[in-house]
């Protein structure tokens, strides 16, 4: 018996925004540590382009299906910061 592959795929857009919508996300430093957050974390996400303003990140992710949309945007949100 064969183990069958999920390949079914959830792909959501995201926006997180800074605590108080602080500009905190104006140098290309802080940027590419926080891309580098996101992307170190995986847990079996998949990341699309990731944009920045001065107070927000969106980003597209591909969640698992074995994390509901709710679950997933807490782990996101506390690992990423």
């Not at 990731?50 to 597209?60: A, C, D, S, Y």
């Amino acid at each position: 018996m064969t183990k069958k592959q999920d390949t079914r795929n959830n792909w959501l857009n995201m926006m997180f925004v800074c605590k108080y919508r602080y500009n905190c996300l104006r140098k290309q430093s802080v940027m590419n540590d926080c891309e580098a957050a996101f992307r170190e974390f995986a847990c079996g996400f998949k990341f699309g382009p990731i944009g920045f303003g001065e107070n927000h990140t969106h980003f597209r992710v591909d969640v698992p299906k074995k994390y509901s949309v709710e679950v997933a945007e807490i782990m996101l949100k506390s690992n990423s910061r």
